[in-house]
């Protein structure tokens, strides 16, 4: 059972970077057949896709964050990456990394598997 | 950017309703939608993909329906389980967008 796991910092600075590191298990992050990424939720709002990428470091970005954030992936340990620069109080929210999309029974879907969550706190 | 337009935002329903909500896409994304259930405090889960296959392991009184523009998710008989909020999701292309979010409440 492929499972996804976040972590970093809890807290960040105003103007700092945000760094989480999602540790993939059970599967393989080089599989052709997914794509990984990140998603948010701000307290008591909905769901705001960050970005995704393939395991060749192909990423694409939210227009509304992709002069902040970078993605990256090391297919070594199976893990991938979120950086958010100069973040502010708007960039609090849990942090969900994922799978964004799969190849499931013949086609792309929306993926399946999602980490538990952590929340990011941006505050001095 | 494709926007998805979810309604109602809201819904208050009774145990054995059946309830539909849906979701409008700004452009035709095939049936490259799912649908999610997410529960306070934890991650959505997938209950759908591709418009109307049920996920495995999903109760069957769920459905999920709809092409191009216009999609819907169904439960047919609302149990106290379902009661949580219900998000679909929009991968035909990049930006890959949510639509608000429905929040099922027990009537």
């Known amino acids: 059972q492929l499972q996804l796991q976040e972590s970093g910092p809890g807290l960040v600075k105003p103007s700092g970077t945000l760094s989480l590191t999602c540790t993939v298990s059970g599967g393989s992050i080089s599989s052709s057949t997914y794509y990984w990424g990140w998603i948010r939720q701000p307290p008591g709002k909905g769901l705001e896709w960050i970005g995704s990428?393939?395991?060749?470091?192909?990423?694409y970005y939210n227009p509304s964050l992709k002069s902040r954030v970078t993605m990256s992936v090391d297919t070594s340990k199976n893990q991938f990456f979120l950086k958010l620069s100069s973040v502010t109080a708007a960039d609090t929210a849990v942090y969900y990394c994922a799978m964004t999309r799969e190849w499931y029974s013949g086609a792309w879907c929306a993926g399946r598997h999602w980490g538990q969550g952590t929340l990011v706190t941006v505050s001095s | 950017d494709i926007q998805m337009t979810q309604s109602p935002s809201s819904l208050s329903a009774s145990v054995g309703d059946r309830v539909t909500i849906t979701c409008r896409s700004s452009q035709g994304i095939r049936n490259d939608l799912g649908w999610y259930q997410q529960k306070p405090g934890n991650a959505p889960k997938r209950l759908i993909y591709a418009a109307s296959s049920l996920q495995s392991g999903v109760p069957s009184r769920f459905s999920g329906g709809g092409s191009g523009t216009e999609f819907t998710l169904t439960i047919s008989s609302l149990q106290p389980e379902d009661f949580a909020t219900y998000y679909c999701l929009q991968h035909n292309s990049y930006p890959l967008t949510f639509g608000q979010g429905t929040r099922l409440e027990i009537k």
């Open positions: 990428i393939f395991y060749s470091g192909s990423a």
